[in-house]
Nanobody, 120 residues
Framework: QVQLVESGGGLVQPGGSLRLSCAAS????????MGWYRQTPGKERELVTSITIPADSTKYADSVKGRFTISRDGAKSTMYLQMNSLLPEDTAVYYC?????????????WGQGTQVTVFS
């Protein structure tokens, strides 16, 4: 059973930094995508950044490019999101995601979400 456990959210002033972590367990797939999404009230959940396994190809939303960095450990057990130069518009619930495609089916697994609030 796939489990994703997030940590690291909190309150930070504009210009500050936070580092989110996502501990993944319960799967041994060879090829998949891990990513971070975020959602605010009244808006659709949006993809912030993603990384492919095993190629480690990364993508970033234009709004966070140059400020956020996605990474993972060599054992594929933990994924990180380093967030620098935070802005009030970065305020959202952030979700860890694993996406895979096997046997013609799409699979998505989600963490519980962690609140990030940027305020003055």
């Amino acid at each position: 059973q796939v489990q994703l456990v997030e940590s690291g959210g909190g309150l930070v002033q504009p210009g500050g930094s936070l580092r989110l972590s996502c501990a993944a367990s319960g799967f041994t797939f060879r090829t998949y995508v891990m990513g971070w999404y975020r959602q605010t009230p009244g808006k659709e959940r949006e993809l912030v950044t993603s990384i492919t396994i095993p190629a480690d190809s990364t993508k970033y939303a234009d709004s966070v490019k140059g400020r956020f960095t996605i990474s993972r450990d060599g054992a594929k057990s933990t994924m990180y999101l380093q967030m620098n130069s935070l802005l009030p518009e970065d305020t959202a619930v952030y979700y860890c995601n694993v996406h895979l495609r096997r046997f013609g089916r799409e699979y998505d697994y989600w963490g519980q979400g962690t609140q990030v609030t940027v305020f003055s």
